[in-house]
């Protein structure tokens, strides 16, 4: 289980995390939605030790992320993270893109981290790309080899950071669908994301950031059908 409580972050003066609490259980698909600057992706940055915090408390099954004696390098293994930008190694193929933290941080034969990345390339639908290099995929592919990439590494957790937002319209779908897939098998998922339809059919809960604060959470049908927060409320009618 993901834990927050009390959590507080500031960029100096300015308070981008409000005393946020919630918790994520092993198997649910969170997502996060709300305007931009609400605090969303600052959350996924906190949670996976890549901004530190101000106040409060991040545990991983149990593990104070932000602690002094913590080995955050051996944490993020359970969290894998995708980006908005993919930004994958340029001179290597799909296939080296995947194998090299297995190689690196697992220390995974060359041999085994190979048919760890092969796996993965296949499960994201890149089964027929594994020799090619970033420079020749579409946008949707390379958001999907750094989705494989992630998952290379086994991870308990998946935290995605607006992953469609650079995407050309016609390219979002694909990596939606390999969201989905990853939802089904039941990863556990927090998703930022602006993807109403995604948030709507495919989350166990949808929290809603405004301002640095989680206005509300509950189920899809509960926030999109009958929201308590005026704010909420507004920012559903904007986005449809």
């Known amino acids: 289980m993901i834990s927050i409580r009390d959590l507080h972050k500031y960029f100096g003066a300015l308070h981008v995390l409000k005393g946020i609490d919630l918790d994520v259980q092993k198997g649910e698909v969170l997502s996060v939605i709300g305007a931009s ?4 992706s600052t959350l996924l940055y906190c949670i996976n030790g890549l901004e530190a915090i101000q106040d409060g408390a991040v545990t991983v099954d149990g593990t104070d992320v932000h602690a ?5 390098n051996k944490l993020r293994q359970k969290l894998g993270m995708v980006f908005q930008q993919w930004n994958s190694f340029p001179h290597l193929t799909a296939l080296e893109n995947v194998a090299l933290a297995p190689r690196i941080v697992k220390g995974k034969s060359k041999a085994e981290a190979r048919d760890i990345a092969a796996k ?3 499960h994201v639908g890149l089964g027929e790309k594994l020799d ?13 080899l750094a989705i494989a990439r992630a998952l290379a590494m086994e991870p308990e957790y998946m935290l995605f950071d607006e992953a469609t937002s650079a995407l050309d ?5 694909e990596v939606l669908d390999t969201m989905r897939l990853l939802a089904d098998e039941g990863m556990t998922m927090i998703c930022v994301t602006h993807e109403m ?3 709507r059919d495919v ?3 949808v929290a809603f950031f405004h301002q640095g604060v989680m206005e509300e959470i509950g189920p899809p049908a509960q926030i999109f059908g009958d ?10 009618a904007n986005v449809r």
């Open 197 to 199: 339809g995604f948030a």
């Open 169 to 173: 319209p016609e390219l979002v779908g």
């Open 120 to 122: 993965q390339l296949q």
């Open 68 to 72: 002094k004696g913590t080995d955050i």
């Open 132 to 144: 090619v290099y970033p420079g020749a995929l579409s946008g949707g592919q390379q958001q999907r």
């Open 227 to 236: 929201a308590r927060s005026e704010h909420t409320r507004k920012f559903l």
């Open 203 to 205: 989350s166990d809960r």
């Open 37 to 40: 600057g609400s605090g969303k």
